[in-house]
């Protein structure tokens, strides 16, 4: 994590602004809306399975008071 932080910190706009050009070179500006769109609904549907995991436990704490 400190490794992440580190690299994140080191990175500045202009640095970012190549990484984006990189991206759009290897995929093509066709598949990067296919991408995003597979990124947007992984994470969805990774916070609707933290959400359901939570519920559960919050009722069996109402039902123990």
């Not at 400190?2 to 070179?25: C, Q």
Request: hydrophobic share 45%.
């Amino acid at each position: 994590m400190v490794a992440l932080n580190i690299f994140l910190g080191l990175v500045g706009g202009s640095e970012w602004i190549f990484i984006g050009i990189a991206i759009l070179l290897l995929f093509g500006g066709k598949k990067i809306p296919e991408l995003m769109k597979g990124l947007g609904s992984g994470i969805k549907e990774f916070k609707n399975a933290a959400k359901d995991d939570k519920q559960p436990v919050e009722k069996k704490e109402e039902e123990a008071k």
